[in-house]
Every structure is written in C-alpha cells, then in structure tokens.
C-alpha cells in the first residue's frame, strides 16, 4: 500500500506518522502509526496481532487505535502522544520468534519515537522476547508487569462513580453487571465485582476462559455473548473488542450503564448521542480503561516505576469520570463528546480548539 493512500482512510486524522512494516521472510505484515506527538515524546500505545482480512483493515484499526490513544493520553494527564502498531496474523498459528524480533527492530528504528508493549494478541512473555532486539517496550515483568489488572481496576472505579451519580447508590452490592468477553481484564473486572456483592452475568467466546471465571467466581451466570447486551440489567461491561453498539443494535441495550474495558466501543460517536438521548449513561472507554496506560508509562517517568504513583493516578479517575458526568448534565451533552473536548484542551492547538460551554479540568498532573 502506497503512502498517499493513508489519507483516503476513514479512520485517517491528520496522523504524523502511518509507517507500513513488511518482512517476506518471517511474514511480517502491519502498520505503526503515530497520530499525535504534542503531548510529548515517546508517542505510546500497545501492539496488537489480529487476522485482518485485509491491509485496509489493519490500516483502519491502526488509525483508530493510535487516535484513541493520544486521547486516553490527554485525559490521564500523562505527557505523551498517541500511537498504536497491528500486525497482521493469527497470533496462535502465525507469531514466531523470528517475527517478533524484526517487528521489534521496525521499533527499534524510530529511535525512541515510538513505545509499546501488550495488546490483543500479543503477551509478557513476546514482550520479554522484544525486548532483546529493542529498549522501546514497556510493561517489563519486573516494573509494570502486565496492565490488564490495571485496566480492570480503573473501569471498576469508573464503575464505581457512575453508579454513585447515576443510581444514586454507594454500595454495589445486590446491583446487576453484565460482563462481555472474561479474559485477562473481564476476569478481574468480575472478581473486583464480586468482592462487592455484584450479581454478575458473564459470555466469552472462548469456552476455557468461561470455565475459568465459574472456577474462580463462584455464582456467577453464563449467557450467550450475541443477547448478553439485551439484558435487563444496571450496567454493561463490553470487555472484549471494539465496535460492540451500532445504530443496529443501541436500541437492544437495557442496561442504565455502559462502562467497560474495551477500546473504540462505538462504531459510529452518533451511537453515544443516541445513548444519552435515551437516557443510557455511556462512560468512554478511553477514559474506563486508562489505568493499563497509566501502569505502563510509569516505567518512562525520570525516577524510575512507582506503583504507589501508578496507584494514585488511577484513583484519581475517579474525578475525572465524576467531572465528565457532572458536565454532561449540566450541559445536556453526552459524556464522551464532553471528554473528547477535554482531552482535545490538552493537544490540539488553541486556533484548531473551539470549546463548548464548560470549564475545563486545571492543567496540573496528578
């Protein structure tokens, strides 16, 4: 794929970099790009291997991916671009050693541009393996570690908050939570749950991880993953990939609350209008899920990893989802147009930013 065809995406949004990566030998094939440095340097997201169908798509998803994160970014007060990196294969029949490596020289080769670490698809353990070829991964075993329990405990106190403005309810126990997609963050979404008494329903795709969360969580209920947004329930946690509410299907969810760890949650921004037209609290993803970010940029901070730190900011979302709820029903605007602005104060330029009737958070870092 040419470069000139990058702007022709849909997903394109005046990215600083789409860089295509290509190995015939190992059968490499992905995108790196970096949608937004402004915020500072190293731009950083994760890396995902996922089979695409095609090179659009991966370029599409790439696009997405790294826009979301300059956002999740702005809106955790870390001081850092976005970007994101996707290779193309089934990470069970087509991740090799030899193919991890040269993806980490492509890294390695934007000479501190670009960090990543985990995403879909790719693990610890091929991270460790990166990190041999190139210094630019993080969320290292013996620092950050894996983020997802980090992810699942910044949706929990998002969760938290929503419930406190939205239900009017400090305690969660006795409230229904419905839980798609138990992996690595849905799973421990479901045990920080079921420690408060949540009654909880749960569907994964993958029957093992299913097994797992009945072992570990006992009464817990397992439903069909095509109806488990139907529910009749308080809140919906969408934890498995991206594009889960279409105008198609908005209609269908019942929950009060969408609050959940997947990425990139709407396929279309008019979707979370909808949503706050019919009076379905929408909490954005990038700001649930920011935690894993805040992990794993700690280990790029001056004196080193400090989990007290990392521990500290992600309490602090908490404020940042109770100031967007409060905005968006003062203004009668849907939370994640509010928290889009905000975290647009942060890096777009002041000619390019037109705020809408709200003051913004103080610019200070937690």
Known sequence: MQKTDFSRSKEFDNHKLVLPIEDKETGLRGFIAIHNDTLGLPAVGGTRMFPYDSKEQALDDVLRLSRAMTYKCAIAKVPHGGAKGVIIGDPKKDKTKQLLQVYAKKVKDLAGKFCTGEDVGISQDDVIEMLATSDYFIGKPQFAADPSPYASLSTFYSMQTAMEVILNTTSLKGLRVAIKGVGKTGSELARLLHEQGVILYVADIDQEALERVQQEIPGVTVVDSNTIHTLDIDVYAPCALGGEFSFENANQVRAKIICGTANNQLADKKVGDWFFDHHVTYIPDYVVNS???????????????????????????????????????????????????IAESYFLPPKHFQPKRFSLFPRTRV
């Open 291 to 341: 935690g894993g970010l805040i992990d794993v940029v700690d280990e790029l901070e001056k004196d080193g990893y400090k989990q007290e730190r990392v521990l500290k900011r992600i309490r602090a979302v908490q404020d940042t989802v109770a100031e967007i709820l409060m905005i968006s029903a003062r203004q009668h605007r849907s939370p994640h147009r509010v928290a889009d602005e």
